[in-house]
Structure formats: structure tokens, C-alpha cells
């Protein structure tokens, strides 16, 4: 726990660093502005799409041909859903444009002021890391889409999204943070030691994805604390297992 905060606290430290905290925003704003645009033009048919498919479970429609009240609540609850839905939507789509562009820029900036003993060993690559969020974000997808029939309890949509969100984190983010220092034994391994650690790192950016105002900087933001949290893991790695640390002083 004491290195996942410690994870936090280097990454907010990181936002004063030239040129990261606009590649903090524009993953976020892009994506709200594509999804806002899109749930405008395509509201009606999907609470239309959704009630129709409720409509035929046998046992759903009886109760909602003899009570308009029954009908009525389905009808909140399922715009309820949809609306939550949004926001899981929203941060999968920044937190991709982040794995994918932003955070291999931050990457760069930050490594080079905080981890530059830590020797390039470039075991990933910009291919290797779009690979890895795009099936990152299908298999969100399938769980977002097999969890759908239990949305309508309430409270359950928003806990399944944050599980969702956090695996997604640590599977996405875990591969840019080493692609450029860890080797090719090195990556899966340090995911796989630390892998309950990664999943409550994932977890903790996943809540402030629905804080308002902070879900702008959520997707980045939980990108760098990745970052932090990795590369210290294999500082310590290294060390522990004899590497000599590269000289950091010009000569």
C-alpha cells in the first residue's frame, strides 16, 4: 500500500513538469467530446434498443403489461444505466489515446528526470504497446456487455465498471510503463510479482473516474502513477539482483 501512494504522490509531482500536464487533459476532453456528441444523436434508439430487448424476457414483459408504474421505473432505471455507462465509455476511450500516444511522450519526459540510472533495455515497443490496449480494451468491452442484465440492480453497474476499469488499467498501462526500460523477461514478470498491487493501483484511478473535474485528468494521470510505480519496482529489481545502476553524471 505504502508503495501505491508513494506511486500517487510522484505522479501528481510530475504534473509540473514541462509538458505533461497537457497530455494529461486532451486524452479526456476528445473522448467526452466524441461520446457527448454521440449520446445526443443516439439517446432515443438506445433507451428504445435497450427496452425492447428487456421486453422480451417473458417474465419482464407480464409485469410491464400490468403495471404502468413498474414500466415507468424500468424506464429510470434503464436511463440510469445508460448515463453511468457513459462515464466507463468515456474513460476506456481517453485511457486508449493515453496507452497508445500520450503516455509513451510522458514516458520519455518523466524517466529522463526521475529514473535516468535506470538502464534502456527497450523489451517494448509503440506497436507492441497499441497491440496491447486495444485487446486491453475489447476484453473490457466483452465485460461491460456480459454484466449489462445486472445493471439494473441498482449499484451493481457501477461496481462492475470499477473492476472493469482497474483490470483495464493495470493491463494497459502495465506494458507502457516498462516497454522502454524492462527486457523482454523482465516486463511480464514485474506484472505478474506485482500484479495485486497493480490491480489496487488500477482501482484507486478507477474511483476518480467519477469525481468531477478530476475525471478530466484520470486516464493520464493513472498512466503516470504506472510509470512511478514500475520503475521504481525495477530500480529495486535491479538492485536486488546485483545489476549495476547506470551513471547518471555526464562524462
Known amino acids: 500500500m505504502k508503495d501505491i501512494f508513494l506511486a500517487y504522490a510522484r505522479a501528481v509531482k510530475s504534473l509540473t ?6 497530455h494529461l487533459v486532451w486524452p479526456t476532453l476528445l473522448a467526452m467530446v466524441v461520446w457527448m456528441v454521440l449520446g445526443i444523436v443516439l439517446w432515443d434508439p438506445m433507451v428504445a434498443g435497450v427496452m425492447d430487448w428487456i421486453g422480451r424476457w ?3 414483459a407480464a409485469r410491464l403489461d400490468s403495471s404502468e408504474l413498474g414500466a415507468a421505473a424500468v424506464l429510470v ?8 455507462l457513459f462515464l466507463p465509455v468515456i474513460y476506456v476511450t481517453a485511457a486508449l489515446l493515453v496507452a497508445v500516444v500520450a503516455l509513451p511522450l510522458m514516458l ?4 529522463k528526470v526521475r529514473y535516468g ?12 504497446s497499441a497491440l496491447n490496449a486495444v485487446a486491453a480494451v475489447a476484453v473490457f468491452i466483452v465485460g461491460i456487455v456480459l454484466s449489462l442484465p445486472f445493471w439494473l440492480i441498482p449499484g ?3 461496481v462492475a465498471s470499477i473492476l472493469l476499469t482497474a483490470w483495464l488499467n493495470q493491463k494497459a498501462f502495465g506494458y507502457d510503463a516498462l516497454m522502454l526500460h524492462g527486457d523482454r523477461e523482465e516486463m511480464p514478470r514485474l506484472r505478474r510479482e506485482h500484479r495485486a498491487s497493480l490491480l489496487g493501483l488500477g482501482m484507486g484511478c478507477a474511483l476518480l473516474a467519477y469525481i468531477p473535474v478530476v475525471n478530466l485528468f484520470a486516464p493520464a494521470f493513472c498512466g503516470l502513477a504506472f510509470v512511478h510505480y514500475l520503475l521504481e519496482a525495477l530500480r529495486r529489481d535491479r538492485a536486488g539482483r546485483g545489476w549495476v545502476i547506470a551513471d547518471t553524471v555526464p562524462r
Open 58 to 60: 417473458d417474465w419482464v
Open 77 to 84: 432505471l434503464v436511463k440510469i444505466a445508460l448515463a453511468i
Open 156 to 158: 451493481v453497474g457501477l
Open 117 to 128: 540510472d535506470l538502464e534502456m533495455r527497450r523489451g517494448g515497443s509503440n506497436t507492441g
Open 108 to 111: 520519455e519526459k518523466v524517466a
Open 17 to 22: 513538469e514541462r509538458g505533461v500536464l497537457w
